[in-house]
């Protein structure tokens, strides 16, 4: 597809053609100083923004990606037939509104799609990092973004929003920096990785790691470890959904509607989920996999602490949401949240979405997540000029 | 809203001091809540099973949990608020006596308003014509009734008595004012404030 093309089918309340921006410091001798104690420069993030920073700087909002996102969250890339990942959440008239706010994605360190990774080339050796890349964290993640904000000149933001591993890193913000954040709205998360979500990522990296093009990372310039890769996406995209959201999308159907005795994949679902692996191995870093799914499972933001403790500092208004279908995510995760937010006397509101489509569901309950994030920004807003 | 609700959202209002801490238990769409906010300055909070209520609660401006209040009351430190608000959602509850118990440990006061079903129309109704009562306060039919517990005015305050709750104001209110004389006959609500 041509510009022209592309251009003539970007629908009106779309933020349009938007280009991801970079953003490069901690340069040595100024390194970041790791979770882990190791040190990190220099740094690029990837981000990209839509609508307009006000004068006071008082209309900003982060938007956190989940696992395999990227920082074009919303609008076109020139030629690009699919909009940004949450294209559906972001423009005119929209959930995050840009006629009314600044909205800021930034891929995060660890990552592959032009923030620094391990697929990124190290500055002493002058090739890419591979498995020399440190172990980075969801506060890492957000270390780092808080000098893309700075950079950005912006003091507090209006809120930090994101699902998934974005409700980790939006956990994080009005942790770490409760000054920094007006409100934040974690979705479908949870404040520390459950055994059984360490457990997927396990199955998942092993898959990447025992393919053999994996060579302990070292196969950059090589053939990639595509198949294993994919297996892992495979797999993550079964906890995505739920039973009845498969069972709705593919039920039992067959692409030749007849049982053909062999291992094809002749059922809906097997069709997808190679498709669904194929592709992402197109766009995705096998390595980032290990490294962002390590980061989600090291996540748990009170530690030896009681969750209600580290949330003693939160200044910001909390809006979570949950989806009763998610079962990689389940909703009780949610609800500790909620709990530690009623013995610290945090102000919060929480939803319970009545969905189907299992984890998925954040990127679908479009309609509900709207009407809900909507209220609560206009809410947060007015407070905020009071 | 009817004047019967007006006259009740008054008489809370007026029991609720300014920039206090209030938590509605099944606050519904958020208006009882909303209006103390812009009224009363008040720090609000609601918890609602109604996922469409949260939805209205949020247009307002109301903080809100989804939560069953069935699974209990959890959370909360002893005194986290000035005011529990149980407005004509004690008798909805499975087990209301568990709720009562932590929405006194949880507020400083607590305010209950419950339907009389003791109410004279509700007695006629079941000695002449034998039926289960439908009034003003028990508007639903018994095959679509939300309320699992029916309870006088009299039940309530003898309730009280058992427990060692001190109601310390209580107002009964008829179909347009309100009731001085005979409330479990003549009153179709009882909105009660009780302390420990």
Redesign the interface.
Known sequence: MDKKQSDNLIPKNNVGITETKYFTFAEPPNELVLDSGEKLGPITLAYETYGKLNEDKSNAILCEHALSGDAHAAGYHKGDKNPGWWDTMIGPGKAFDTDKNYIICSNVIGGCRGSTGPSSINPKTNKPYGMEFPIITIKDMVNAQRYLIDHLGIKKLLTVVGGSMGGMQTLQWIVSYPDRVCSGIPIATTAKHSSQQIAFNEVERQAVMSDPNWQDGNYYGESAPIRGLAVARMIGHITYMSDKSMAEKFGRRSKENKTIFKFDPDFEVEGYLHYRGDSFVKRFDANTYLYITKALDYFDIAGDKQLYEVFKNVKAELLIIAFKSDWLYPAYQSREIVKACKLAGVDATYCEIDSTYGHDAFLLEIEQETNLIKHFLEHVYSGRKK | MSDKIKIEYSIVMNWIKDESSILDLGCGDGELLSLLVQQKKV?A?GIELD?QA??K???R?I?????DLDNGL????DK?FDYVVLYQSLQQIKKPDIILRDAINVGRKVIVGIPNFAYYKARAQIFFKGIVPVTTSLPYEWYNTPNLHFLSISDFINYCKNKGFKIEKSIFIGEKSIIKIFPNLFALTGIFLISK
């Open positions: 720090r909070q996922e949260i939805y609660c949020v247009e401006g903080s809100v949990f989804h939560e959890k959370g909360y430190a986290s």
